[in-house]
């Protein structure tokens, strides 16, 4: 069984820190990694994708990738109280759907 | 931009009644799926397709089908629905299996 593990949170940072979120994954085949912000009562939307290991940025957001650890980062810089979601991890490897993770709730304190 | 689009946002059914969930996408993706969301369970997978007319089963597809006649269009059909099918239900599509999901902005079933 393929997983995804996220801390559940809530996550708490002050308006313009760091948010650091993490997620973990099982299968080392995993090829393809995805960060998902969601608001409450709204659907998934994309904020970024990763797919080789290191570091890609993005505005205020990076995406860090560890394979060899199997681990995949967000994190935020500046955070604002726009921020406040939950942020899922996905993953899939070859011909399968994402594998999500259940997500981590963010709240950013003004 | 890609739009991905659902029935209805908001229904209210009772208990035993057919329900049509329908979902359309307008980038001429390949896959679709539908999950439902609830709290503490995240999103899990009831059935995809990878092409018109194939459906392929995903983690809990027990009490619901599926129907793609069209390549932009998907169907979730609950054939008697019941009071624990009362969930947030999320269509998506992607190009390709490795390539992300777009979401449509969600049903909110509440079956009584």
């Known amino acids: 069984q393929k997983e995804v593990e996220q801390n559940s949170g809530p996550l708490s940072v002050p308006e313009g820190a760091i948010a650091s979120l993490n997620c973990t994954y099982s299968?080392?085949?995993?090829?393809?990694f995805f960060w998902y912000r969601q608001y409450s009562g709204k659907s998934p939307e994309l904020i970024m994708f990763i797919y080789s290991n290191g570091d890609k940025e993005d505005g205020r957001f990076t995406a860090q990738l560890n394979k060899a650890s199997q681990y995949v980062s967000l994190l935020i810089r500046d955070s604002q109280p726009s921020d406040s979601a939950t942020y899922l991890c996905a993953t899939n490897s070859g011909n399968t759907p994402l594998v999500f993770g259940k997500g981590t709730r963010l709240s950013v304190i003004a | 931009d890609v739009k991905v689009t659902q029935s209805s946002r908001y229904l209210v059914k009772r208990t035993g009644e057919k329900v049509f969930l329908e979902c359309v996408q307008d980038?001429?993706?390949?896959?679709m799926f539908w999950y439902r969301q609830d709290p503490g369970l995240g999103l899990r997978l009831i059935y995809f397709s990878y092409d018109v007319k194939m459906k392929e089963k995903g983690d809990i597809p027990e009490g619901y089908s599926v129907s793609r006649e069209k390549k932009e269009r998907f169907s979730l059909i609950l054939e008697s629905a019941s009071t624990n099918q009362t969930s947030m239900y999320l269509c998506?599509?992607?190009?390709?299996?490795?390539?992300?999901?777009?979401f449509g902005p969600g049903t909110r079933l509440t079956v009584l």
């Open positions: 980038m001429d993706h390949e896959n």
């Open positions: 299968d080392r085949g995993s090829q393809s």
């Open positions: 998506a599509s992607s190009l390709g299996t490795t390539n992300e999901q777009f």
